[in-house]
C-alpha cells in the first residue's frame, strides 16, 4: 500500500482556470509525496497561464506516457504538438477542441491500466461538443468510455456526501424521469460506495423529496408518497438504512444532514446548490459507480477570472487527494477480502 499512485490530470478549458488551478497544487513540491501526478496537456500552453498568474519557479516534466513518468516531479504528457492561440475568459471552438483531446488520451490510458485515477479540469459543456464528444459531461462521457451501466453522480466535502438521480437534464424533464426504479438504483451505488470508497459499515442514507414540503400528504404533488416513499421502503428491505422522503429546505437550514453519512437528492440543483454553500471551495465531485476513480473540483471553468491570478486551487487539490484515499480504500478493502482469516471454531476444552 506504499506505492505512489499515478494520477492522471485532464487540463479542461484551456481558455480557463483548469491549468491555473492544476499549477497551484503541483507548485508545492510536498504533494509529490503522496502521488506522481501526471497532466495531459500541451507545454507551451501551460507555460502560458503560468506566465499569466506570475508563477516564475515551476515547470513540468514533458513524457510521452505514463510509464516515463517522473515520480519526484510533476509530468506533463504533450497531447497536441501543434501552436495554440489562447484568449483566456473567452468561450470558443479552441478551448473545447484540445478539453476534448486532454479528457480522451487520459481516459484511454485509464482505460488500460496506465493510470490509478483520473482528476479532470472543468470544461464547458457547450463547446466541448465534437465528433466523440455528445454527451452532457464528463460523467456521461466517461460511463459510456469506461462501459459502465449506471454511475452517481456524487458530491464530497469531509462528512458531507450528496448524490442526484437526476444529473444534467431540463428541469422540465425531472418529475418524469423520477421512478422508484431510478431512486433504488442511486440508493444501491450510495450505499455501495459509502460502503468501499469510504469505509463507513452501515451508511445512513437520507432522501431528499422532490416537491416543496416533500409533497404535503399529497397537497403539493403525489410523487414523495406513490414513488419516493415505496422507494426507500423497497431499499429497507433489501437492507440499506435509509429514511425520508425530507423536504429539502428544511432538511438543510436544520443541520439534518449532518446526521447522515450521505443524501440523495432528487435532481442536481436541489443537491449541488446546499452542497456547494456548505463545502465553501474544498467541494469535489466524484463519479460513484465506475470501475475506475474519477473526480473533479466542484467549480466550473472561471471564465470571469482566468488568467487573473484569482482561482483558488482548494476544491482541485481536495480532488485529488480524493481520488488517492478512494483508490487506496478500494485495494486495502480488496487484499482484506481476499485473504481472509482463517474461522475456526474455539474449542470449550483449552487444555
Not at 454527451?135 to 452517481?152: C, I, N, R, W
Request: glycine share 8%; with cysteine; hydrophobic share 40%.
Amino acid at each position: 500500500m506504499s506505492e505512489k499512485l499515478k494520477i492522471g490530470i485532464t487540463v479542461g478549458d484551456v481558455n480557463g482556470i483548469g491549468l491555473e488551478v492544476i499549477i497551484k497544487s503541483l507548485m508545492d513540491n510536498r504533494v509529490l509525496e503522496y502521488f506522481t501526478p501526471i497532466v495531459y496537456g500541451n507545454t507551451k500552453v501551460a507555460s502560458f497561464h503560468r506566465k499569466a498568474i506570475g508563477v516564475q519557479d515551476f515547470s513540468f516534466n514533458v513524457i510521452q506516457h505514463p510509464d516515463q513518468a517522473n515520480p519526484k516531479r510533476a509530468n506533463m504528457v504533450n497531447c497536441w504538438q501543434e501552436d495554440v492561440k489562447i484568449t483566456l475568459g473567452e468561450q470558443n471552438e479552441i478551448g473545447g477542441k484540445y478539453a476534448f483531446l486532454s479528457l480522451e488520451r487520459a481516459a484511454e490510458d485509464l482505460r488500460n491500466g496506465k493510470l490509478d485515477a483520473l482528476v479532470t479540469a472543468p470544461i464547458n459543456k457547450h463547446n466541448i461538443q465534437q465528433d466523440g464528444f455528445h454527451f452532457p459531461g464528463h460523467t456521461e462521457y466517461l460511463q459510456s468510455k469506461m462501459e459502465a451501466s449506471d454511475v452517481l453522480m456524487f458530491m464530497i466535502a469531509d462528512e458531507l456526501r450528496i448524490g442526484v438521480v437526476t444529473g444534467h437534464i431540463p428541469v422540465k424533464d425531472i418529475a418524469g424521469s423520477i421512478t422508484a426504479e431510478a431512486i433504488l438504483q442511486k440508493l444501491r451505488m450510495m450505499n455501495e460506495s459509502l460502503k468501499k470508497d469510504f469505509w463507513i459499515e452501515k451508511p445512513k442514507i437520507a432522501v431528499l423529496g422532490l416537491n416543496p414540503h416533500a409533497g404535503d400528504n399529497g397537497l403539493i404533488g403525489t410523487e414523495d408518497e406513490k414513488i419516493i416513499a415505496p422507494a426507500i421502503q423497497k431499499a429497507k428491505e433489501e437492507g440499506i438504512f435509509c429514511f425520508g422522503p425530507y423536504p429539502a429546505d428544511g432538511f438543510f437550514a436544520s443541520d439534518t444532514y449532518t446526521k447522515f453519512d450521505g443524501v440523495l437528492a432528487m435532481y442536481h440543483d436541489q443537491g449541488l446548490i446546499p452542497f456547494k454553500h456548505i463545502a465553501s471551495r474544498k467541494g469535489v465531485n466524484y463519479t460513484a459507480g465506475l470501475p475506475i476513480v474519477r473526480t473533479s473540483p466542484d467549480h466550473g471553468t472561471g471564465y470571469d477570472i482566468a488568467g487573473k491570478n484569482l482561482a483558488s486551487h482548494e476544491s482541485f487539490l481536495e480532488a485529488v487527494f480524493s481520488a488517492v484515499h478512494i483508490v487506496k480504500r478500494r485495494r486495502e478493502q480488496g487484499e482484506l477480502v481476499a485473504n481472509p482469516l482463517p474461522f475456526r471454531r474455539l474449542s470449550k476444552d483449552r487444555d
